[in-house]
């Protein structure tokens, strides 16, 4: 392991200047709004901002304020954050981001976690915490070979976990790192003391007495996953399938690449007119850069590609069955694109241990109601045997 500071050459961010100054704008229909994709007028604002009023240095600034470490685990790069906290009672937890985020999500948690009793917390509820970041994604991007499925990173994480010597801990995630966490805790069942989501998916079981008197929430989330299913998902379809040919175009482009992430920041958020109702813009912006500037908007989608390209593999990765061993915690945040039926989440988890329901949030919880996630981990926390 050796430590690691982000220092992007001025280079890269003159070329980034100039690409974005020379952006050649695509047309548009009068009145579709985000309908069909992100606004001509919302992008073209955004992108002057990221140009002219964005600071990636003082974004770079504030994220090497964590330490940060590179280390080879199964022939990759893995790029982490790791941060101890005072407390000698702390316990450690891995949080692991997904798609279109990044390791920055998570840092506005690091500071409650680590230091509780500067937080609202107590002793007790101090946390350890290393935030990787996938294969194929910012700094551990890219890899080397072919089958960095959800499995092979899962025991990645196990290996991650074992040479900073933790061996009791929690595993959390939303997106990517929803099934990667749960994937975690079967490759490392003595070590994972409970595993923490805060975005499950249930699909509709075959068994139709499973459907009656659902309650009208569960019903309405089923309708919107149809719709989703129908209307969201063409992202999942490409990266799923053509992620190279995807990449030469977000790799090549900048103001491609913040269109292809920013939709979901909109679509995904429990936002209003734009995304920058839910997160705030210059954590966008933070976010993007990385994609940008490690050139991984095509070895991110690889994931896609060796976890989701089939049916079957679709279903396996995101809806189990997880038979774990350990309890695991769901926290539902209501504007998310995924939104699970308890009824269905219990037969795919038998140690279903804690189920929220917040009234607030979406998709991206650590970047919108970092407090309530905080909040969930540590009740999910106490509640644990130690």
Excluded: C
Excluded at 164 to 184: C, M, R, T, V
Excluded at 304 to 325: I, M, Q
């Amino acid at each position: 392991m050796r430590p690691f500071r982000i220092e992007i050459p001025d280079a890269d961010l003159e070329d980034l200047r100039q690409r974005l100054a020379a952006v050649r704008w695509p047309a548009e229909l009068p009145g579709v709004g985000w309908h069909r994709g992100v606004p001509l007028d919302y992008l073209i604002e955004l992108v002057e901002y990221w140009k002219d009023g964005f600071d990636w240095r003082a974004a770079e600034r504030r994220l090497n304020q964590y330490p940060q470490f590179l280390t080879e685990i199964d022939g990759t790069q893995v790029h982490f954050v790791h941060v101890r906290s005072k407390e000698a009672s702390a316990r450690p937890i891995i949080f692991t981001h997904g798609w279109p985020g990044s390791f920055v999500e998570f840092v506005d948690l690091i500071g409650p976690l680590t230091d509780p009793v500067a937080h609202g917390g107590t002793p007790a509820d101090a946390f350890h915490v290393v935030v990787p970041s996938i294969p194929g994604y910012a700094f551990s991007g890219p890899t080397n070979d072919t089958g960095w499925d959800t499995r092979r990173v899962a025991r990645a994480w196990a290996e991650l976990m074992r040479r900073l010597g933790y061996h009791d801990y929690l595993a959390q995630g939303g997106d990517w790192g929803s099934p990667l966490s749960l994937e975690l805790g079967l490759a490392a069942p003595d070590e994972v003391a409970g595993v923490h989501v805060n975005m499950l998916a249930t699909f509709p079981p075959e068994d139709p007495s499973l459907f009656v008197d659902l309650p009208e929430a569960d019903l309405a989330r089923l309708s919107f996953a149809a719709q989703f299913e129908q209307d969201g998902a063409g992202w999942r379809k490409i990266q799923s399938t053509r992620p190279q040919t995807l990449a030469y175009a977000l790799t090549d482009s900048p103001v491609g690449q913040l269109a292809w992430v920013v939709e979901k920041f909109k679509e995904w958020t429990d936002s209003g007119k734009s995304p920058e109702d839910a997160v705030d813009r210059d954590a966008i912006l933070t976010n993007v850069s990385i994609y940008w500037f490690t050139a991984t908007a095509g070895p991110s989608a690889q994931l896609y590609y060796e976890s989701n390209r089939l049916d079957a593999d679709f279903v396996r990765t995101w809806a189990g069955p997880w038979p774990l061993a350990m309890p695991v915690a769901v926290a539902l945040f209501p504007a998310d694109a995924v939104r699970p039926v308890r009824r269905f989440a219990e037969r795919i988890l038998p140690t279903l241990h804690r189920w929220t329901e917040f009234d607030r949030g979406g998709h991206f919880a650590a970047l919108e109601q970092p407090r309530l996630l905080v909040d969930d981990v540590r009740a999910f926390a106490r509640s644990l045997p130690r």
